[in-house]
């Protein structure tokens, strides 16, 4: 579809920035809201699940791939961006956001967003083990080890770009898991330096909120939970929700971008396929 008459042709990181922060900013006790249920509470759900199999973690990111609690967590993390990305899009198209109609959107792709999790988990786990058999006889501190860990983290980094719209537009689109993978890949090709610029100040608040973790943890390692839970991890867990939080709103912001820069697509239009 070719641009309408007065359709902005350029990737503009201050306006998705400042459609995303607004929304955020109009609708605060909504977008938290989701981001406590749907992230959060699947994290302290995935700290019980290993407490009651005698496993402990540090923080739930570092949940094993493959395991019920890991995919708890990555699930949560898909339906939670599906559903703030609803109420941005929805905010932008002129409409008024609700927590129902979120919560309905994103449950409607709960099948696709579990499919995705466990492609992912199977993505994740067969890179770690492939890095880890190539790099089993390397001294932990050389240069080859080093270089390793660029080379898995380059081509991850590189899928997580051009992945970085799959959800918005399983949803808006309503399309298969290949599918939206795909779609995204065909929307991010030509603007991912944009893109990458706009994650990278969304790692920087990631690596703030652990520091300020790190300052809590020692006081909350003798709590009597601490031999529950990984109390210092759910802190941090909780201090990164709203930086995830920040980090679906963009993508939905980035997606919308998109829409509008390489097909011409109106926010109206757009609310009204999340509606």
Known sequence: MAAEPGSPDRFDRARVATRATGAIARHPQLIFGLALLLLFVPDLVAQVIFAAQGRTVDTAEGLSAGSGGGLIVIFGHYVAAAAIGQVVVTEAGGGRP??????????????????LSLLLLLGLG??????????????????????????????????ALMWSVAIPALVAERLGVLASLGRSRRLTKGWRRSIFVL????????LVAGEVSQLLAGALGVSPLAAVLDLPGLVAGLLRTPVYMLLYALLAAIYLELRMIKEGVSHDSLADIFA
């Open 199 to 206: 994650l990278l100040i969304v790692s920087g608040l990631f």
């Open 126 to 159: 067969l890179s770690v083990a492939g890095f880890a058999l190539a790099f089993s006889a390397v001294a932990p501190d050389s240069l080859l080890l080093g270089f390793g860990v660029l080379s898995l983290g380059l081509p991850l980094g590189y899928l």
């Open 98 to 115: 609700r927590l129902a109609t979120a919560l309905r959107v994103a449950a409607s792709g709960a099948l696709r967003f579990f499919l």
